[in-house]
């Protein structure tokens, strides 16, 4: 945003942040039996070594993760 001469840095959506990595997510994936999404290879990572939700610390039954292509179109169009 444009504003008092100078530049202004817009603050981007909290969803658009990964909760691991605390940056903009490029490849938002949802873990299923939780519903949270996070950065692709920041969750894999943490599922390999603790199979635990960094949100809430359960341990996991089901660590599927799928991708969130919405989340995804969302943050591309917030980009460009």
């Known amino acids: 945003m444009l504003g008092g001469g100078g530049e202004e840095e817009e603050e981007v959506p909290h969803s658009f942040m990964c909760p691991i ?17 996070f950065e692709k290879a920041a969750i894999e990572d943490h599922l390999r070594r603790y199979k635990t939700c960094p949100i809430t610390g359960i341990q996991l039954k ?5 991708p969130n292509h919405a989340l995804r ?3 591309v169009d917030y980009v460009e």
């Not at 605390?22 to 999404?37: A, F, I, K, N, Y």
């Not at 089901?62 to 799928?66: A, G, R």
């Open 21 to 37: 990595l605390l940056e903009v997510m490029r490849d938002p994936h949802v873990l299923r039996e939780t519903g949270h999404t």
């Open 73 to 75: 179109n969302a943050i």
């Open 62 to 66: 089901d660590t599927t993760i799928v």
